[in-house]
């Protein structure tokens, strides 16, 4: 029997699975904070403290080729290309050698940060969701499951707007590899199948304006295009 709300319910927030028709079911957005050292050093606060999370809603996720809009109330939409984990399974204080065994797979996103509220909520010691979790914020491309490309310890990292790089890493810069992410945000909450993890950004996040063609790559993962559209009336 369905069942009988008293609103429609919202849809399924949903991301491609590589070479199929299959779809991964979104749960939770949770990203990782401070994770790349010299992204640290950029923005000017002290490297030596841990990384930390915070959330996304699911229905925030754009598909590969979209559109985002430029979103209200800002003046300095930056990027911040990210490598994605895909959960399958999850728990409570997962060992980190038993941290593989929940992936289901990893896509590159986009972490889009309205920067000037984010430092504006920072200053004043509020939470940052109004500049971190807004709609169309987390763009993410086809994910490419374990099952076919292992998991990836070191692997470029890029993001090029209208065609120049501004952002070139290598995931193994984090500070914190995926085991350790997973196996210390499931001592905070219970991850569970449908949860993915935005796991921090290399150096050389900078302001976006409508018009911008964003095209993002992890080697041997995917890639990812999105397109900052005009904002929305």
């Keep these: 029997m369905s069942a009988d709300y008293v609103v429609p319910a ?31 050093r950029e923005m000017g606060q002290d490297e030596r403290l841990p990384p930390f999370y915070f ?33 399958k399974s999850g728990g409570r204080n997962i060992p980190v050698e038993k941290a593989n065994d929940c992936i289901f797979g990893y896509a590159v996103g986009i972490d889009l940060t ?27 491309g086809p994910i490419k499951p374990a099952s076919e490309i292992g998991h990836p310890k070191e692997a470029r990292i890029t993001l090029s707007c209208n065609g120049k790089v501004r952002q070139d890493g290598n995931i193994n810069q984090m500070i914190w590899n995926v085991p350790e992410i997973i196996a210390d945000l499931s001592k905070m909450v219970e991850l569970t199948a449908g949860d993915i993890i935005m ?20 080697e041997g993962v995917g890639s990812l295009t999105v397109t900052i559209g005009q904002p929305l009336k």
């Design 10 to 40: 919202p849809p399924q927030a949903a991301i491609a699975v590589a070479g199929s028709s299959k779809l991964f079911p979104v749960r939770r957005i949770w990203c990782v904070g401070r994770n790349y050292v010299e992204h640290i």
């Design 55 to 87: 959330a996304k809603f699911p229905d925030q996720v754009v598909g590969d080729g979209g559109t985002v809009p430029y979103p209200s109330l800002t003046k300095d939409l930056h990027q911040e290309v990210e490598l994605v984990v895909c959960l």
């Design 114 to 140: 309205r920067r000037d509220l984010q430092i504006a909520s920072r200053k004043l010691e509020r939470p940052w969701e109004i500049g971190k979790n807004f709609d169309h914020s987390a763009p993410c």
């Design 199 to 218: 796991t921090g950004t290399p150096a050389g996040v900078a302001a976006l304006s409508p018009g911008d063609k964003l095209e993002c790559s992890v």
